[in-house]
């Protein structure tokens, strides 16, 4: 479906759900595609490439916004299947593509069956192929299209959004949250092992700055209002901040206390599209997340409050 100029959004229907897992195809002479989606979704990835006509040589470029086995797990077999293809990632990614053991390993020990059954793994990436991708650099889409990196970290230390030239629109990863068609709400996203508020708050700063048409992202599809949505974003990851902080400090669980104040945001979403929501951006994963920093934060001496 294309969703801005030259630019089609591709559902890489991770466990089969639709609308969950956006990657995007940036047209242009050279084209390139934005998110490979899970391992478990390069089939329906492929399939929907091949019908929009591009063959195995005729991709030239494949960006993952940071290396999460939901947005990087096909990259391997995407480089696989599109030989000409360079792979772009964040400068602390990049390792990881060409050696995904320790990831693969974190992921299973985090995941456990589901990490098979819903995601897949991560197939190695020949180091040649791969090209890291500094704040500010741009990959030629052609003559008249770039695709800028921002390095935007909070969600993943490794996380960077791409801004298009052309379209204008914002490839913005996770860094902006997760806004599920069928779920509704627009919800923050902080898992361990890298969340940081002060980052994730400074990259939502940098994308208002740039001034985008829109907002894609991977979960899921391009929202206009970019303005509206990152003020949304950032009052949003404020307060679910302030209520881990509270919870933490009175020694109670953050998990409960989270479900507790942001239950009722999920009222009148059927039960099937709830549980999606929990699977791209359960409570449970974002209180480990928040948790963590705390830890860290206080272990550094940095008494700095979510809403300062």
């Known amino acids: 479906m294309t969703v801005a100029e030259g630019v089609i959004e591709v559902d890489t229907m991770l466990g089969g759900w639709e609308r969950v897992t956006a990657g995007y195809l940036i047209e242009g002479d050279a084209p390139v595609l934005v998110e490979t989606g899970s391992q478990s979704s390069v089939p329906a990835l492929l399939a929907q490439l091949d019908r929009l006509g591009l063959g195995a040589h005729d991709l030239a470029g494949v960006v993952v916004t940071h290396i999460h086995l939901d ?6 077999d995407v480089a696989r299947a599109f030989p000409k293809a360079t792979v772009y990632v964040h400068p602390k990614g ?15 020990r985090v995941y456990g069956p589901l990490l098979d059954s819903l995601y897949g793994r991560l197939e190695a990436t020949p180091s040649e192929r791969i090209r890291v991708l500094e704040d500010g650099e ?4 052609s003559g008249s299209r770039t695709l800028v990196a921002v390095d935007s970290p ?3 230390k490794h996380h960077m959004a791409l801004h298009d030239s052309l ?21 923050p996203s902080t898992p361990p092992p890298d969340f940081d508020l002060t980052s ?8 208002a700055v740039r001034r985008p048409s829109a907002l894609a992202l991977a979960h899921y599809g391009v929202l206009a209002d970019p303005h509206d949505i990152l003020d949304e974003a950032e009052g949003t ?10 919870a933490y400090r009175s020694g109670e669980d953050i998990a409960a206390a989270l479900a507790t104040e942001f239950e009722s945001d999920l009222d009148g979403v059927p039960a099937e599209h709830r549980q999606k929501l929990e699977v791209m951006n359960g409570v449970h994963s974002n209180a480990a997340g928040l948790q963590r920093w705390l830890s860290i934060r206080d272990s550094k001496g940095d008494s700095s409050t979510a809403s300062a």
């Open 71 to 76: 947005h990087a797990g096909g990259v391997g």
């Open 94 to 108: 990049a390792r990881h593509l060409a050696d995904p053991t320790k990831l693969v390993d974190s992921a299973a």
């Open 138 to 141: 741009a990959i030629r889409v």
């Open 154 to 156: 909070g969600h993943a």
């Open 167 to 187: 379209s204008g629109v914002l490839f913005a990863g996770d860094a902006v949250g997760v806004k599920l068609p069928d779920g509704g709400v627009l919800r």
């Open 200 to 207: 994730a708050l400074h990259s939502l700063q940098r994308f």
């Open 237 to 246: 990851l404020r307060r679910w901040a302030d209520v881990a902080e509270s």
